[in-house]
């Protein structure tokens, strides 16, 4: 009778490591692999010396850092203002490429980049810009088209930059 036990316990045994080693093992290993796209931005936020936010309506936002302050050039100077700008430097520099495709200038206007909704520059340490339009949603409102001035490729990123987008949008005074 205890023969019996111990070899129902082996035969359990068994189809759980067979189980694991085909099915569990293998889709861990695979999960690894899949990595997020390359970062949107190359930069940290400590990098990050002044900030520009326009909108197509016209309205702005500028703001730059002196020292380990952020001094505002011009916006609206709401609440906490200081902090909600280094909120969206942080979630900014966090977005991902989704992906990019080549586009001709006369197709820009299908996502949103012939006039763009929203215009980002940051300017670095060593005062290199990086201007990124920003377009349409996608149809299903997942991820956001956008554009650097200087590329000629279209980049998908998250829909976040629309929340990180509206974080600010407070921050943006009229000409």
Do not use: C
């Amino acid at each position: 009778m205890k023969e019996k036990h111990i070899l129902i316990v082996a035969i359990i045994l068994l189809l759980l490591i067979s189980y694991y080693s085909l099915f569990e093992y293998g889709s861990s290993s695979k999960q690894q692999e899949k990595r997020p796209g390359p970062p949107l931005f190359a930069l940290i936020p400590a990098e990050v010396n002044k900030v520009e936010i326009k909108n197509s309506n016209g309205q702005e936002f500028i703001a730059k850092r002196e020292g380990r302050r952020w001094v505002l050039v011009k916006g609206n100077q709401v609440e906490q203002w200081e902090s909600k700008i280094k909120d969206f430097i942080v979630g900014l520099l966090m977005l991902v490429e989704i992906d990019r495709f080549k586009v001709e200038n006369s197709q820009l206007k299908n996502y949103g980049l012939e006039n763009p909704s929203y215009q980002i520059t940051l300017t670095d340490i060593t005062d290199k810009t990086y201007q990124l339009q920003v377009g349409n949603t996608n149809p299903v409102g997942t991820s956001v088209y956008v554009k650097f001035t200087e590329s000629p490729e279209v980049i998908i990123a998250g829909a976040l930059l629309n929340w990180e987008i509206s974080k600010v949008i407070s921050l943006l005074s009229s000409s």
